[in-house]
C-alpha cells in the first residue's frame, strides 16, 4: 500500500525550528526525487524544496532558501524537512510527496508561526 505519513508540525514562535518527517512506504522510495510542499490559509499549494532521488541534489524556493533544509534517509525511507528562522509567513499545512508521478496526498502536518 502506497502512503506517504507527515509528522513534526506544531506551534512554534518566531525564529525558532522545526524538523518535519515523512515516512513514505509501498514504493522504491531511492528512486524517485521526494519534495515537500504547503499550503498555507487561503493559499494554492507551493512546491517548497526537493531531493533527488539519486544523487540527492536540492532545490529551495526562494522564499525558504537558507533556512529550510531537505534530506532523505534511503533506509528508513523517510524524507526530513529542518526548518529555521521560521516566520509567520511559514504558516502552512505541509505535505511531502514525490516529485513526478504524484501520489495521493497525505494529511499533511500544520504548521503554525505565531509569538
Known amino acids: 500500500q502506497v502512503q506517504l505519513v507527515e509528522s513534526g508540525g506544531g506551534l512554534v514562535q518566531p525564529g525558532g525550528s522545526l524538523k518535519l518527517s515523512c515516512a513514505a512506504s509501498?514504493?522504491?522510495?531511492?528512486?524517485?526525487?521526494m519534495s515537500w510542499y504547503r499550503q498555507g490559509p487561503g493559499k494554492e499549494r507551493e512546491l517548497v524544496a526537493t531531493i533527488g532521488g539519486i544523487r540527492g541534489t536540492t532545490i529551495y524556493a526562494d522564499s525558504v532558501k537558507g533556512r529550510f533544509t531537505i534530506s532523505k534517509d534511503n533506509v528508513k525511507k523517510t524524507v526530513y524537512l529542518q526548518m529555521n528562522s521560521l516566520n509567520p509567513e511559514d504558516t502552512a499545512v505541509y505535505y511531502c510527496?514525490?516529485?513526478?508521478?504524484?501520489?495521493?496526498w497525505g494529511q499533511g502536518t500544520q504548521v503554525i508561526v505565531s509569538s
Open positions: 510527496n514525490r516529485r513526478t508521478s504524484v501520489l495521493p
Open positions: 509501498g514504493f522504491t522510495f531511492s528512486g524517485y526525487a
